[in-house]
Antibody, heavy 130, light 104 residues
Framework: QVTLKESGPVLVKPTETLTLTCTVS??????????VSWIRQPPGKALEWLAH???????SYSTSLKSRLTISKDTSKSQVVLTMTNVDPVDTATYYC??????????????????????WGRGTLVTVSS | IVLTQSPATLSLSPGERATLSCRAS??????LAWYQQKPGRPPRLLIY???KRANGVPARFSGSGSGTDFTLTISSLEPEDFAVYFC???????FGQGTKLEFK
């Protein structure tokens, strides 16, 4: 069974650095040709993709937040970590991690990470306030 | 690439057919996914590659379209289908702003 679970602080002060951890089980962060993304959702608003990291180690970031985000993985702990610097009250949101499954590449004849999110964690609400 | 969903709110009754739209500002081929989200829950993948149903998704859900215009159709609404639906695209992983499907 594939599961993802987010953990991190409930309350963060403006200008601080937010560190969130996603602990996964049921799939590998090393050679699975899969990935893990972070996605957030402010209360009552739409979803916003933040970043992903593939099992290969390849990273990608939202253009608008790239300067503030770092994503990494600790395969020994089956964890993916997202750090966000200089947080602001507008960063108040539920933060989700989600799995990116693999897909078959018919051109190259192998599997690669896809682009959609098939299993999600339950999310963790982070409030930014002084 | 921006995804625009319409309508923002759709009011229907159980048993009716629901048609939700997602339009991309540039062609994205068939790289579109649909998610369902209920209050207090994470999104659930329904459709990927524009028309492929995810594991366990009932057959009343279907997706169609390619290029810039996509549609999610629910053939006959069940009470548990009333939720918010988001579309998402490949090139930038961005989501649409959502369509709320509510009881009429």
């Amino acid at each position: 069974q594939v599961t993802l679970k987010e953990s991190g602080p409930v309350l963060v002060k403006p200008t601080e650095t937010l560190t969130l951890t996603c602990t996964v089980s049921g799939f590998s962060l090393t050679n699975s040709r899969m990935g893990v993304s972070w996605i957030r959702q402010p209360p009552g608003k739409a979803l916003e993709w933040l970043a992903h990291i593939f099992s290969s180690g390849e990273e990608s970031y939202s253009t608008s937040l790239k300067s503030r985000l770092t994503i990494s993985k600790d395969t020994s702990k089956s964890q993916v970590v997202l750090t966000m610097t200089n947080v602001d009250p507008v960063d108040t949101a539920t933060y989700y991690c989600a799995r990116i499954p693999s897909e078959y590449d018919y051109v190259w004849g192998n599997y690669r990470p896809s682009w959609y999110f098939d299993v999600w964690g339950r999310g963790t609400l982070v409030t930014v306030s002084s | 690439i921006v995804l625009t969903q319409s309508p923002a709110t759709l009011s229907l009754s159980p048993g009716e057919r629901a048609t939700l739209s997602c339009r991309a500002s540039l062609s994205i081929s068939s790289s579109l996914a649909w998610y369902q989200q209920k209050p207090g829950r994470p999104p659930r993948l329904l459709i990927y590659d524009a028309s492929k149903r995810a594991n366990g998704v009932p057959a009343r859900f279907s997706g169609s379209g390619s290029g810039t215009d996509f549609t999610l159709t629910i053939s006959s609404l069940e009470p548990e289908d009333f939720a918010v639906y988001f579309c998402q695209q490949r090139p930038s992983y961005a989501f649409g702003q959502g369509t709320k499907l509510e009881f009429k």
